[in-house]
């Protein structure tokens, strides 16, 4: 028996199958999830979940959100998320290059906050593809 995941996004559903083990980006940290968890609620990071199927690891690129595990089922609803596979490397590379300058160019807090938000997507996109 596995640990069926489910990812849900806004706009779909990004992951809806069975894995042996689970890497989630929480607000406090990595957190590893088996089957026979204890029941758990936490808030996600923007950062890269990794679920391993067989002995391959997928990584998935969260935009924050929330995760629930409760008998072997793990439900996680995102703001966004994109699977590593999905991503062009050099595209993505460009990107954290840019939101990097960008947040070396913030002025004023708010800006600052909307570039520091930036550079943490750029930075797991360009980690989800490595």
Wanted: glycine share 6%; aromatic share 4%; charged share 25%.
């Amino acid at each position: 028996m596995a640990l069926h995941i489910s990812i849900i996004a806004p706009d779909r559903t990004v992951w809806d199958s069975n894995a042996e083990e689970v890497i989630l980006p929480s607000s406090t940290g990595q957190l590893g999830i088996l089957r026979g968890h204890a029941p758990l609620l936490t808030a996600l990071d923007i950062g890269v979940m990794r679920v391993r199927t067989d002995k391959e690891w997928t990584p998935i690129v969260l935009m924050g959100g929330f995760a629930e595990v409760e008998n072997d089922e793990l439900t996680i609803l995102v703001n966004g998320a994109e699977e590593g596979a999905s991503i062009d490397k050099e595209a993505a590379q460009k990107e954290l290059e840019e939101m990097t300058q960008r947040f070396n160019e913030a002025e004023t807090s708010k800006e600052r906050i909307q570039a520091t938000q930036n550079l943490r997507k750029a930075r797991a996109r360009v980690q989800a593809t490595s």
